[in-house]
């Protein structure tokens, strides 16, 4: 079993990090992220046919990347994204609903086309770029308290009563 991973990202500015940033920037943090991002993330685990079968399936299903208004890219560790500034550090945030249906509903529909797909993860990234003299551990709390909900003056990137989160690897 092998398992690809692609990022895809609006070719316009995306509202919701546009959105997301200007909340932070009004929660006045001593150490805001400087730069937000936000991918979809869609994992396959193929039991053939790596990239290419990957590749045929964007092409072929403009549900998963409009070539109209989204690019995409095969991910991988310590990757640099489009539009990502190399002098920032960068952490990545996955946020996952607990009830999955998106990731259900394709892994059952591209099998029943004769894909190679024995399971697809659908997920959201969100990746927060800080000063590159920032301390990694502190990056990766900063982060994580901005992505998680606990209170109304902090996290708002996702719902821990229905959603999951992870520190992206």
Not at 135 to 156: C, F, I, Q, W, Y
């Amino acid at each position: 079993m092998e398992s690809i991973q692609i990022a895809v990202r609006l070719r316009t500015p995306d509202p919701q990090a546009v959105t997301a940033l200007n909340a932070i920037k009004a929660m006045r943090l001593q150490l805001p992220p400087i730069k937000l991002q936000r991918s979809e993330l869609w994992d396959f685990e193929l039991s053939s046919g790596g990239e290419k079968i990957v590749s045929e399936l964007v092409g072929h299903f403009t549900d998963i990347v409009n070539p109209n208004k989204q690019s995409w890219f095969f991910t991988g560790k310590d990757v640099l994204f489009e539009g990502e500034d190399p002098e920032l550090q960068w952490a990545g945030i996955v946020v996952r609903d607990h009830a999955d249906s998106v990731s259900k509903n394709w892994t059952s529909l591209l099998k029943r086309r004769g894909f190679p797909v024995d399971s697809l993860r659908y997920s959201v990234l969100w990746r927060l770029g800080y000063l590159k003299d920032t301390d990694e551990a502190l990056v990766k709390k900063m982060a994580l308290d901005l992505s998680v909900s606990n209170t109304r003056a902090g996290g708002l990137l996702s719902n821990p009563v229905s959603q999951e989160v992870a520190f992206w690897t």
